[in-house]
C-alpha cells in the first residue's frame, strides 16, 4: 500500500467531530498478527496537545484526513 502521508502533515480522523488537529510524526512498521510480516507503510505515529500535555498514538493510515494546512513542526 502506498503511503498517503509525510511527516509535518496535518491530520484528523475521519468522521469524529470532536477530532484533535494532529501533526504526524513517522511511519512505525507494524507486525501482522496472523502472517508475520511487516508493514512498513500503513501504520503512522501522531502527536497532538491537549492542555498543554502532550498525546501521541498510532493510526491506519485509512482513519486518517489530511488537513489543507499542513506544515506543521517537522519539515520535510
Excluded at 19 to 35: A, G, N, R, T
Aim: proline fraction near 4%; charge should be positive.
Amino acid at each position: 500500500m502506498a503511503r498517503k502521508f509525510k511527516a509535518g502533515d496535518w491530520v484528523e480522523i475521519k468522521g469524529k467531530q470532536d477530532s484533535p488537529k494532529m501533526d504526524v510524526l513517522k511511519y512505525v512498521p507494524k507486525k501482522e498478527p496472523i502472517f508475520g510480516f511487516v508493514d512498513n507503510d500503513t501504520f503512522l505515529e501522531c502527536v497532538w496537545y491537549r492542555n498543554g500535555e502532550r498525546k501521541s498514538r498510532i493510526f491506519h493510515q485509512n482513519r486518517l484526513l489530511k488537513l489543507k494546512d499542513s506544515g506543521g513542526i517537522h519539515q520535510t
